[in-house]
């Protein structure tokens, strides 16, 4: 380690940067359209249960896992992970499940950001054209309007560098003067802009008087209505995927930031109080704004896109409503803060793993970040441009690996060390410091039972799934007689698979260096 | 509003809203 490793300023700047990791663009884009498409009030059910069953045993896993991580000098998961493996296991095996989830966490936070910091890039542009009133014309589709958006160099590397640039000089700020004081400024205005969005939204009336069924009410009516016909395996496996992506977990990043907690500070409270004001956001706020504009404008038929909700449906909408450059304006700068808020958390582990793996300064490390996000976002900006489509198959494959599969496996390898190689010494592991205190009876049913059986279970479902639609060929049927756009999947497939080898590496070789003398004795001599 | 759709969101606006405040007055609590 090249510094001294820091610390969160305060509680409650901790728990905003928590929450902030969390809150992201999924709460208000993905969520609505999920819940929407997946059964409405029914889909609360297997969502509901996934938060308790998985969502929230993960969280104290993770926090505590980052804990006792930060006590040992690491702020990345593969030295995180072998420190708890080896107590169930001999270190040589530990080294290899710790480089695994090393790999996976930097395919993870290197990769999902490759294509996220252009979503941020995108919300700022739209941010700036809402104000400007550039896509109130309504001769030019909204749709026709985006595809040029994305087709225009100039907009997405402008806006796309300045979401990087605001990453980058955060990152260098460090955790209390970087990451916790944008955490203070932005949560709160999410929140804030979150509740007078609602507002707008349920005095929108009756905007199409020639459906005059179609109101913000009937919308909100429309998501929580339970259509119990819509509950099936798809929209329970579309509840699992939504709670890992919404609470950020199986990424390393909640242990990153963990990794910055001092040995005995609190995690349980502090954790919970994460995934309460997610679920605020998401459940509360996220539910209330998009689909309910959208139903007031388009009917129950114009609920179901999913970016096209935010960046298509959304707009032809501002343009009808009164004071709509001002409301779209506010949304998606909500958008950009919510994405930054969570950018910033992949961003930091990136810069800790170089801090930890070499004598860089912070500073350094987080320019290095910039550079590297640079190149993985590169392909990300020119399939559109060079392709001229706009059917984004890079993003979509890269996130289809990165952004959902990984997580459930990264995800599973730390419940599976924690409550099945660490076994009792977690339940003290996580209560240690916190002011409640994990009953027995809930880490032995929860983290040592039912949700690594349970996410065994999805993955495998999962990917049963997946491959009966033709997913694992080395040409997908979703992408099978498109020339165009083929080389582009495979090209995602190759750097996905890429980063995590390189990762693993780079983990194996770290951990390796760190733990050498039990290494070589394949004895833990490093009593936790 | 349906009266099924109207007690399923007041349910889970009710939970998330009590998990808010406790969680955060507990927070407030425990960091004096």
Redesign the interface.
């Known amino acids: 380690m090249s510094e001294k490793r820091e610390n969160w300023g305060?509680?409650?700047g901790l728990?905003l940067a928590m929450a902030g990791n969390a809150v992201g663009l999924g709460n208000f884009w993905r969520y609505p359209y999920q819940a929407a498409k997946n059964g409405?009030?029914a889909f609360?059910v297997p969502y509901?249960a996934a938060l308790i069953l998985m969502g929230i045993p993960l969280m104290l896993v993770e926090w505590s896992l980052g804990r006792m991580g930060g006590k040992y000098g690491h702020g990345t998961l593969g030295p995180m992970v072998y420190l708890q493996a080896r107590e169930g296991v001999k270190p040589r095996t530990a080294i290899l499940i710790g480089s695994l989830a090393g790999g996976l966490a930097l395919g993870v936070t290197l990769l999902v950001n490759s294509y996220y910091n252009h979503i941020i890039g995108w919300t700022m542009g739209y941010t700036v054209l809402s104000l400007t009133g550039a896509y109130m014309d309504p001769s030019i589709s909204t749709g026709q309007f985006f595809v040029d958006y994305i087709q225009n160099p100039a907009y997405v590397f402008g806006f796309w560098l300045l979401a990087l640039t605001v990453l980058l000089f955060t990152a260098m700020g460090g955790i209390q003067k970087g990451v916790e004081r944008m955490a203070k400024i932005l949560m709160p205005t999410i929140y804030v802009f979150g509740i007078i969005l609602i507002i707008r939204t349920l005095t929108l009336g009756t905007p199409n008087p020639a459906q005059p069924d179609w109101t913000p009410?009937?919308g909100?009516?429309f998501i929580?209505?339970?259509r119990w016909s819509d509950l099936n395996w798809a929209a329970t496996m579309a509840a699992c995927g939504q709670i890992f992506f919404t609470l950020s977990i199986g990424m390393g990043i909640i242990c990153n930031y963990a990794s910055y907690l001092k040995p005995d500070d609190?995690i349980v409270?502090?954790g919970?109080?994460t995934?309460?004001?997610n679920?605020?956001a998401e459940?509360?706020l996220g539910g209330t704004i998009a689909i309910p504009i959208a139903y007031a404008f388009l009917g129950p038929d114009g609920v179901g896109a999913s970016i096209g909700l935010s960046f298509i449906a959304l707009p032809s909408l501002f343009r009808e409503m009164g004071f709509g450059n001002v409301v779209g304006a506010m949304w998606f700068l909500l958008l950009a803060f919510a994405g930054l808020t969570s950018a910033i958390a992949m961003y930091n582990y990136l810069v800790a793993l170089i801090m930890e793996n070499t004598s860089t300064h912070r500073k350094n490390a987080s320019i290095m970040v910039f550079l590297g996000y640079i190149i993985v976002g590169l392909p990300v900006a020119l399939e559109p441009i060079l392709t001229k489509t706009a059917d984004l198959m890079y993003f979509t494959e890269v996130d289809n690996w990165v952004g959902n599969y990984f997580l459930f496996v990264l995800g599973l390898t730390e419940i599976i060390v924690t409550g099945w190689l660490f076994r009792e010494k977690g339940l003290p592991e996580i209560n240690r410091g916190s002011?409640?205190k994990v009953p027995t009876w809930f880490y032995k049913l929860f983290i040592q039972g039912i949700t690594p059986v349970l996410m065994i279970v999805v993955l495998v479902m999962y990917t049963i799934d997946t491959a009966k639609q033709g997913y694992y060929k080395w040409v997908p049927d979703f992408v099978a007689g498109n020339d165009v756009l083929i080389p582009w999947v495979q090209a995602g497939r190759v750097v996905v698979f890429g980063v995590v080898i390189i990762g693993c590496v780079i983990t194996y070789i770290s951990i390796k260096r760190t733990y050498k003398e039990e290494l070589d004795k394949n004895e833990v001599i490093i009593r936790l | 509003?349906?009266a099924?759709?109207?007690a399923?969101?007041i349910s889970?606006?009710g939970i998330?809203?009590g998990?808010?405040a406790?969680?955060?007055s507990?927070?407030v609590k425990?960091?004096k």
């Open positions: 305060s509680k409650l728990v409405g009030g609360m509901f009410i009937a909100l009516n929580w209505s339970p609190d409270l502090s919970l109080t995934v309460a004001l679920e605020l459940v509360v002011y409640w | 509003m349906s099924g759709a109207l399923f969101m889970a606006w998330i809203i998990a808010v406790l969680t955060l507990q927070l425990h960091s």
